[in-house]
Structures are given as structure tokens and as C-alpha cells.
């Protein structure tokens, strides 16, 4: 069976963020999604429709879930990937991000993925360049494949993305996939809600629809999905949060808070995990509860179906 | 010992949370009261209670003094918890707050036991840490908030120091709010006050001493209130000491935001003039400021602006103060001036009694959520018994503090305190016949 997708699904040319999509094109994307996670569970799992599209992977920042995937995303689909690690570019060399962009550009590429440490690079990018780009993650702004990744976790467990409780944990202030998952949420009808030391929470982040809780326990009170957030240390001097023992204590996702919530409550994690700071790993490791390798491996569907979505060409179809 | 009674008869009873003032009978059962009002007893104390004469005398909650050094550990030259406690009791405070700027810095859970169990050991008044805002008071990285209130500490503060970094001060307002915590300043704006030894102004001005203005404790207070908004944290400005500061908190409490501050007897009883020829046990941090300042903070007090009062005991050994003005260390014992030089106030018409009393009781226990300083059935039997009127000069080698730096020595004072109880037991009677 191949997924099927059509030319142009999605109707625009690049996925910079959450902010922008309808809650029909997100249905679709997870739609797509959903034929790509079946298709990755064969023995064969490659397909064609990118074959001869040259696929770019432009990272500024370390990563490796989010780069190994995309990749793996782009081979599946038969496209040809080039990885530009930021260690040994030009780019060390002193040249600007939009000279990076123009370079590239004059290169023909189909799709440019790009992370980058600072919000609002990816579409500085996009601005001059040709072809479709998808924002890996930029800064503390968006990162729109970990939110589909999270939704079509959440579709997968409770069949719906609208009237659930959904409290996102951590380190809010610093997250791009916060920012990305409040969109997409409160988008396609579910509550939110923050859990955080104040020191951790974006100013009038309740503009933004949520409900903040400095108490865990009652934060997590009925919840149907928990997000956890990474504690970002290495953004930290100190004055967030005094230790990572007393987040553990009073921010930690541990056996006890987590009674606090419904019992079927689903348990998430970006990732990398920082066990024994933000999540305990009784409670990461717990199968019946924990969704957290799920997520990964359907991250990698949602990348395929964003692929396909906006690097297929039209006379294709 | 746990269930025994013992009824104070006689005894103008005082309490600033009810507004109670009237001659009756307060009865203690074991560590609490158990019953109070002028119509108990009225047919006479049953038998098997032990029975107290006040002689008339004002009974009212103990003291509750927010603002001690301790010194221990770190500084038991110049005072431990133990003397600190002996000198407490006979100054009759019942409870009391110690400043974390202790060697090391009481910054962690361990030190908050530590303080814990050497205030048992001294079995003599309640003793509340304050826990560091910094670690090591360095103004750079917090200390665990949570951690420390669920230990002990009541309220958190770099006293001594001021919080200076505007970010540092941001946050631990805003983390505060996690557990609802108390942030105390000593605002101060360093690079303001530089090396200044007294306050500025005439007196400084004659005496050749560099001066600390008045703007530096203005500029901080105004930029916490700034903070205070910012965060809707939870602020208190430790001995405030100008006008212009006092008026700052004012206009605060009017916007309804959560501000609140103390002041030092001291700040209310002297001023720059009291320096003389250069009086090292007169040099403080804030230091004694102009007559203006003075009547501004009577004016506070008056108007409830200023919540509590509270010493800044800050003991020191002699060695400490026998310096040139330059050099001498900033702080005075406070603990047994604490009544009488607060009463000045009563006396001298500015506030009534109960408003007072509630400012050195009621009110510090409040801001901290302690369940002391008032006069209620069940609450702990935390008393003071004190004479309103009896005159007597001021000595400071009766001090029980083992240090003796107060600039009162020898100030003709009334009020005094005749017995203090914590907890159901006599720990000072003044006639010396110390129950315990």
C-alpha cells in the first residue's frame, strides 16, 4: 500500500510553524501520517515519490533525533539527502544566513529542512531561497513536526485531539515545542495548561489561551496527557531554578504527582530526557503509560507525510 | 508538666488581633491558652491551678521580633543562640527571626537544622530562620527555596547585603511565588552608599565622615516596587530608614501591591545628632538619619504603612567598635531596648497601645505565618508580662547579650518587662526567680 497525498496539500510552500496551518490541513498531514507509520511496519519500507528531488538538511544546532529522522524520512521517500553540519561549513567561515541561503538556493534544491538557535532564522531563510523549507526548530519559537508528532501520539492513543486536558510541564520558557504544541492544541480544541516554577513561564503566555499552575499537583489534576518539557540547563545561569534536586522535588514527574492526574493519562517526552530532573524513570519507562519511544517513531511518519506534502511535485499527481 | 495549668489573675489583658483590653484572668494549659477574659474566674480560681498576680500589670502576646542576628555559627564571640535567647526573654520577645548572613551562610537545609537544634538545646525563645536569597549571599545563583521552607525558613533574604543584580532579584521574587515565600531587602544601592560611615548631611558634613544619601535606600526600594509589580511577587523592606523610602511603600500598599516593611527602634528614637563625637555604637547600616527622616518613620508607624518593628540586633565584640568611624562595624544589640524605646512611642502619644503592640507582635507573625503573637484560645502561650510604666535607666552591662554595643546606655526609658513566657513556662521574671 502507498500512501496516497495530494500535489500540494498542504497550499503553501514552506512549514515554518503551527501558526498558520488550518485544523483541516493538520488533520490531513496526520492523515498522511497515520498511511506512513503502517507503510515504516513492512519489511519494505521505501517508496518513490521524491525520487530525484534533492532533499537538504541544514542544522545549526546539535540534534539527533529530529536530523536522523528527517533523513531517514527523505530516503524513504527515494530523495537525495545532503546533510550540512554548521562544524564544517561555511558558516564557521563567517558567511551570513541569507549568503548560506542564496548559495544553497542556486543549487536547485527541492526541500531545505533548518534548525537554528535563533527565532525567526528558518523564515529569514525562506525568504531567499526558491524551493520549500520546514522549520526543524528555531530558537524558543516553533517546531511544527514535534507538535504533529505529539498530536498524532495523542490521535493514536485517544482517537481525538479535541476536548482532552493537556498539561504541558517544565521548562516552558525556553521551548519551542511548548510554543508549537499550545498552537496546535488549543487549534484542533483541546485545554491547556502549564505547569511551572514562574521563573519558567513566558510573560502573558495566557494570551496565548493556557492556564498556568505553579503547584504540579493540582496542575496535573485530571489531565489526560502530560508533557513533559527539558529542563535547558545549558540556558540556564542559575537564577530559574536554584537546582535541578529541588525542580526534581517540586517540578519532577514522579510516581505520586502523576497519581494526581486521570488514570489512563499518557505521558510524553520530546526528548532528550534529563531522567531524575524533569521525569523520573519508573515513570519513563513505565510501557503502559509512557508514550515516549512511540513518539519517536512516529515522528518519523509525520516527517514523511511533511516530505511528501510539500516536496512532491504537482505534474505527479 | 504537658497539661498544667496556671492562671495569670489580674493582669490587663492586651491583644492587638481581637482589640482586647480589659482587667481579667488568662489561663494556660500546658503550652497553650486555654481560656481568657476579665469574666473568667470570676468566683475565684478553682483549685489545682497555680495562680499568677499580675499586680494589674499588661499581659499581651510576647514579642515577635523579625530582624536578629544570632551570630551563630560562625561569630560566637559576639553572640550565640543562647545568649541571644537569655537576652531575648528578658527584652520580652517570645519569637524571633535569625538573619542568615552567618559563617557559613545559612544557604542550605542543613544549617536551617542546625539553627533548630541549637534553639532547642538553649530551650528558650522560639527561634524562625531566615534562609540566604543567594547562595553564600553572592547575589548570583538562588538558594532552594522550597527545600528551605519545607525545612524551616520562614522568609529568605541576603541581609547585610543587598540584593543588587535587578535579574537576581526579578527571579527570586517570581520563584518565590512558587510557594508563596517572603522576600526581605536590605535596600541598599551600593555604589551609592560607597564608603560612606553615617548619614549624610550637616553632621557628616562637620565630623569630615564620608556620608551614605538617603537616595540610596530611596533608589532600591522604588526599584523593587518596580519588580514587585513586574513579578506580583512578595516583598518586605527590611529596616527602612528615610522619608522618601517610607513613602514609597505608602504609595506600594495604596496599588495594592504586596509590600510591606519594618522598622528599628533606633530609627524611630535617634538621629545623625546621636553620632556626637564619632560614636562608633552609633554607626548602623542604615545609619541614624536626619530629625525629618525620624518623625517620617513615627509617621509610618502611625499610619500602619511601617507593619512591623523590629531590632536589627546585631550584636558585636568590643574589638569590632574600638575603630576609627571608618572602620568600626555597622550594628547594635536591640533586643532588651526593644520595649521601653518602643513604648516612647505610646507615651509620647503617637501611637495607642494596642497599635503598637500589634506592630511588635501581631503583625511580624502575620507577614510570616507564624501562629503566634495573639492572645486566642488554643494559640501557643507565648506571653509578656510587662510593667507600662515603671521608669529605669538603661545598662548595658545587665544585658544578657553577651555584647554590650548600644548607643542607649544610660537613656532614662519606661516600660519594662516583668515576665516572659514561652510555651506555658516562665523563662525570665525580672525579680530573677527564673522558672523553668
Known amino acids: 500500500m502507498q500512501p496516497v497525498s495530494r500535489p500540494n496539500a498542504l497550499a503553501q510552500r514552506d512549514l515554518l510553524g503551527i501558526e498558520g496551518l488550518s485544523p483541516d490541513r493538520v488533520s490531513a498531514i496526520l492523515d498522511l501520517s497515520e498511511s506512513y507509520v503502517a507503510l515504516n511496519r513492512n519489511a519494505h519500507k521505501k517508496s518513490d515519490v521524491l525520487r530525484g528531488r534533492t532533499l537538504i538538511l541544514l542544522f545549526f544546532e546539535t540534534s539527533t533525533r529530529t536530523r536522523t529522522s528527517f533523513e531517514l524520512a527523505g530516503k524513504r521517500l527515494g530523495a537525495d539527502v545532503i546533510n550540512i553540519s554548521v ?18 538556493n542556486a543549487m536547485h534544491p527541492d526541500v531545505i529542512v ?28 516553533e517546531h511544527p513536526t514535534q507538535a504533529l508528532l505529539d498530536a498524532l501520539t495523542i490521535r493514536n492513543h485517544k482517537g481525538r485531539l479535541d476536548g482532552l486536558r493537556v498539561a504541558i510541564c517544565g521548562d516552558v520558557l525556553h521551548s519551542r515545542v511548548a510554543r508549537s504544541n499550545i498552537l496546535l492544541l488549543n487549534m484542533m480544541g483541546s ?84 531522567r531524575g530532573v524533569e521525569i523520573d524513570s519508573r515513570v519513563a519507562d513505565d510501557i503502559t503509560r509512557s508514550a515516549i519511544l512511540e513518539q519517536v517513531e512516529l515522528g518519523l511518519a509525520v516527517r514523511q507525510a511533511c516530505l511528501d506534502m510539500l516536496g512532491r511535485e504537482p505534474e505527479s499527481a | 508538666m504537658s497539661d498544667k495549668r496556671t492562671a495569670y489573675i489580674n493582669a490587663r489583658l492586651l491583644d492587638p488581633e481581637s482589640g482586647l483590653d480589659a482587667l481579667g484572668v488568662l489561663l494556660t494549659e500546658g503550652a497553650r491558652i486555654a481560656d481568657l477574659g476579665p469574666g473568667l474566674f470570676a468566683d475565684g480560681v478553682p483549685e489545682g491551678i497555680e495562680t499568677v498576680d499580675c499586680g494589674g500589670h499588661c499581659l499581651s502576646p510576647g514579642l515577635v521580633d523579625m530582624h536578629v542576628h544570632l551570630r551563630e555559627p ?12 537569655l537576652s531575648a526573654l528578658a527584652g520580652g520577645v517570645t519569637s524571633l527571626c535569625c538573619m542568615p548572613n552567618t559563617d557559613p551562610v545559612i544557604d542550605n537545609v542543613g544549617l536551617i537544622e542546625f539553627i533548630h537544634r541549637r534553639a532547642r538545646e538553649a530551650k528558650g525563645v522560639k527561634v524562625f530562620p531566615f534562609a540566604a536569597v543567594t547562595k553564600g549571599l553572592e547575589g548570583k545563583q538562588l538558594t532552594e527555596f522550597g527545600m528551605l521552607a519545607e525545612a524551616g525558613a520562614v522568609a529568605f533574604t541576603d541581609d547585610g547585603l543587598p540584593i543588587s543584580n535587578s535579574q537576581v532579584m526579578r527571579r527570586a521574587l517570581s520563584y518565590a511565588k512558587t510557594f508563596d515565600l517572603l522576600i526581605s531587602q536590605h535596600a541598599e544601592d551600593l555604589s551609592l552608599s560607597a564608603c560612606g560611615c553615617m548619614a549624610e548631611g550637616e553632621v557628616a558634613t562637620r565630623l569630615g565622615l564620608e556620608g551614605i544619601p538617603e537616595i540610596s535606600e530611596t533608589v532600591m526600594v522604588e526599584r523593587d516596587i518596580r519588580l514587585v509589580e513586574h513579578t506580583d511577587g512578595r516583598y518586605h523592606v527590611a529596616h527602612i530608614s528615610t522619608a522618601d523610602a517610607v513613602d514609597c511603600v505608602r504609595r506600594a500598599k495604596a496599588r495594592g501591591l504586596r509590600v510591606t516593611c519594618e522598622a528599628a527602634p533606633h530609627h524611630f528614637s535617634l538621629t545623625d545628632l546621636d553620632v556626637g563625637d564619632y560614636r562608633t555604637f552609633a554607626k548602623m547600616a542604615p545609619p541614624l538619619r536626619s530629625e525629618a527622616n525620624r518623625t517620617a518613620i513615627v509617621e509610618g508607624l502611625k499610619d500602619g504603612t511601617i507593619d512591623a518593628i523590629a531590632t536589627d540586633h546585631a550584636p558585636h565584640d568590643q574589638e569590632s ?80 547579650s553577651m555584647s554590650k554595643n548600644t548607643p542607649f546606655d544610660g537613656r532614662p526609658v519606661q516600660g519594662r518587662a516583668l515576665r516572659t513566657i514561652v510555651d506555658g513556662r516562665s523563662l525570665f521574671t525580672l525579680d530573677g526567680d527564673t522558672a523553668r
Not at chain 1, 129 to 140: E, P, T, Y
Open chain 1, 87 to 104: 562544524a564544517s561549513s561555511a558558516i564557521k567561515k563567517g558567511e551570513t544566513l541569507i549568503d548560506t541561503a542564496m548559495t544553497l
Open chain 1, 114 to 141: 533548518v534548525r537554528h538557535p535563533d527565532a525567526g532564522a528558518v523564515r529569514l531563510l525562506a525568504n531567499h531561497v526558491n524551493c520549500s523549507v520546514i522549520n526543524a526548530g528555531d530558537g524558543s519559537h
Open chain 1, 191 to 274: 485545554q491547556v495548561r502549564l505547569v511551572a516554577p514562574p521563573t519558567l513561564v513566558p510573560p502573558a503566555v495566557e494570551r496565548l489561551g493556557v492556564e498556568v499552575f505553579h503547584d504540579m499537583r493540582r496542575g496535573l489534576e485530571e489531565c489526560d496527557i502530560i508533557m513533559m518539557l527539558r529542563l535547558q540547563a545549558e540556558r540556564m545561569q542559575g537564577t530559574f531554578v536554584p537546582s535541578t534536586r529541588e525542580y526534581f522535588r517540586y517540578f519532577g514527574l514522579d510516581e505520586e504527582k502523576l497519581a494526581m492526574a486521570r488514570p489512563d493519562a499518557l505521558i510524553m517526552h520530546p526528548g532528550p530526557m534529563n
Open chain 2, 74 to 85: 560562625g561569630h560566637e564571640h559576639k553572640e550565640t543562640i543562647a545568649t541571644g535567647s
Open chain 2, 321 to 400: 567598635k574600638r575603630l576609627p568611624m571608618a572602620h568600626a562595624a555597622n550594628g547594635i544589640v536591640g533586643l532588651e531596648t526593644l520595649l521601653p524605646l518602643s513604648l516612647e512611642l505610646y507615651h509620647g502619644g503617637h501611637l495607642p497601645l494596642l497599635d503598637l503592640l500589634r506592630r511588635l507582635t501581631l503583625a511580624p507573625a502575620e507577614l510570616l505565618k507564624l501562629p503566634v503573637g495573639r492572645l486566642r484560645k488554643g494559640a501557643p502561650a507565648d506571653l509578656l508580662l510587662f510593667d507600662l510604666e515603671a521608669p529605669w535607666v538603661v545598662d548595658s552591662t545587665k544585658f544578657r
